[in-house]
């Protein structure tokens, strides 16, 4: 099943969508703002990342927020700038291993701590809306192997990070503060 296809017909109007944590009292997501958020993942909340860590061999498996591909808006294009070429290598913190764009948007995807790079989901470079609509699926970018923890949070506290960011307006592109709500595939005319 499509990450997608857990939240079709659930719209509700913005008073019924609440902080919940969890909302799945077997464990697995939190709802903010219609911003699905998996409970068992690790977060980089300014940059919109999520984290899985496998615990027996390390490695790390990075994507795109719910909250970090609706900013984005719909993924035109994923690429993966040498860092195919950088599979099985160091990388320094810091430094680019995809570039993700849309229509409205280009960032970087970059180490967040030195590490040996394991894998780039090179699919994506076919399927970039992937991300848009499995970004805990299908849609994760790379995977490498962190030299030290991840700096990011998990747990109560990347619940009311992301929550008291979610709450925040923000710039639009017609240049009016708006209230952020993540949008799902569902929500989309023209996929």
Not at 48 to 62: I, N, Q, S
Not at 70 to 93: E, Y
Not at 97 to 112: D, I, N, Y
Not at 172 to 185: I, L, M, P, R, T
Request: proline share 6%; with cysteine; charged share 25%.
């Amino acid at each position: 099943m499509r990450w997608c296809d857990s939240v079709i017909g659930t719209k509700m109007s913005r008073d019924e969508l609440k902080t919940v944590a969890p909302s799945n009292p077997e464990n697995s997501e939190w709802i903010i703002k219609n911003c699905i958020l998996p409970v068992d993942l690790a977060y980089d909340v300014e940059n919109d990342l999520w984290a899985k860590v496998d615990p027996l061999t390390g490695v790390a498996r990075v994507g795109l927020t719910d909250v970090g591909q609706t900013a984005a808006g719909k993924l035109q294009v994923v690429t993966f700038p040498r860092a195919g070429q950088r599979v099985g290598q160091k990388v320094q913190r810091g430094k680019a291993v995809a570039l993700l764009e849309s229509a409205k948007w280009v960032g970087p995807l970059r180490f967040p701590v030195d590490g040996d790079l394991v894998a780039v989901h090179s699919e994506l470079t076919e399927h970039p809306l992937w991300v848009n609509l499995e970004p805990y699926g299908n849609g994760w970018i790379v995977e490498f192997l962190p030299d030290s923890p991840l700096p990011w949070l998990s747990g109560e506290e990347a619940r009311q990070e992301y929550s008291a960011r979610v709450r925040k307006t923000f710039r639009s592109v017609a240049g009016v503060n708006e209230d952020f709500w993540c949008v799902h595939c569902n929500d989309w005319d023209d996929l």
